[in-house]
């Protein structure tokens, strides 16, 4: 008994201490059950203050958003990418189409060009069309050009001197012979002798449009003045053994066909006919003709 007296046996101070301490709890409880110190204060959220408030965070927000997109930059439609052609929302076909074209050696001067070759929709084309950055020489013949319509609608137009030319030989005119043609400067007729030289010599009259920049009408004009007389005699290599350094130098072969011909070459150990090339997966066949020009098999 005396045990448990020892543990319950307090004196007059620690039983006012106690109590204080009893009555402390019992406050805490009841300011907590009757939430004392809350407000009972209603915020009118139709506000004037308020919602200018909240019309100021809906606008930080929408800035925040636009400048989360991805933005669009000036840049030359010929040098779209799959992942560019997919964020500008172009189709996997109307980019294969512009890639094709490229492989050509051709280029697209204008959004209408862009349009006939990629086949894109007018909407697309009216949402891309303005970034689209084209160099100054292309700028500047598209206003020339626009200036001469309006001249020949006011017929203030006259037409070019006839000039005669040494030879209507296209292997064989100059520079001054083709700047005979209308459309054709020093610029164009020395980037048309220099893919000249590059082919060893034009074999058909189609590959003069894929002279780089040169408009299909100014090449209508020069076709229609200078002929192939005498076909050029090209330099053939061996398909069999002809190095990739080499095969490479063929207008009309990029680094990717290249690679497949070695490929299909090391596959056969040795093509019997230069038309077995046709057998390669994505051998481009539109341009067989002029790639087998420069090729043989032995």
């Not at 201490?17 to 939430?35: R, Y």
């Not at 030879?167 to 005979?180: F, I």
């Not at 596959?267 to 341009?287: R, S, W, Y």
Request: glycine share 2%.
């Amino acid at each position: 008994m005396n045990l448990f007296k020892s543990h319950f046996w307090y004196n007059k101070s620690q039983r006012n201490g106690i109590f204080v301490l009893i009555v402390l709890i019992l406050l805490f409880q009841i300011i907590i059950a009757f939430d004392v110190f809350s407000t009972k204060e209603i915020i009118d959220v139709n506000n004037a203050e308020v919602l200018a408030f909240q019309k100021q965070i809906d606008s930080l927000k929408k800035i925040e958003k636009e400048n989360r997109k991805p933005k669009t930059y000036p840049f030359n439609p010929n040098y779209i990418t799959d992942y560019k052609g997919e964020q500008l929302g172009m189709s996997l076909k109307e980019i294969d189409r512009l890639l094709s074209f490229r492989k050509t050696n051709k280029f697209v001067n204008s959004k209408e060009e862009f349009q006939q070759v990629t086949k894109v929709s007018d909407s697309l084309l009216n949402k891309i069309s303005p970034f689209f950055k084209f160099p100054e020489w292309v700028v500047n013949r598209i206003q020339k050009k626009a200036v001469n319509s309006i001249k020949i609608g006011n017929k203030t137009n006259y037409k070019k001197k006839e000039t005669a030319v040494s030879t209507v030989d296209l292997n064989k005119a100059t520079a001054k012979d083709l700047q005979t043609i209308k459309g054709i400067g020093e610029a164009f007729s020395k980037r048309i002798i220099k893919y000249r030289s590059k082919l060893q010599g034009f074999s058909y009259r189609k590959q003069l449009y894929e002279v780089w920049g040169l408009d299909r009408e100014v090449a209508d004009k020069v076709l229609q003045k200078f002929q192939i007389v005498e076909k050029p005699t090209i330099k053939k290599v061996n398909v069999n053994t002809v190095t990739f350094k080499e095969l490479l130098k063929n207008p009309y072969i990029d680094y990717e066909l290249c690679k497949k011909i070695f490929d299909y070459r090391d596959e056969v150990a040795e093509l019997q006919n230069i038309k077995e090339l046709t057998n390669i997966q994505d051998f481009p066949k539109d341009l067989y003709d002029r790639i087998v020009l420069y090729l043989v098999a032995e």
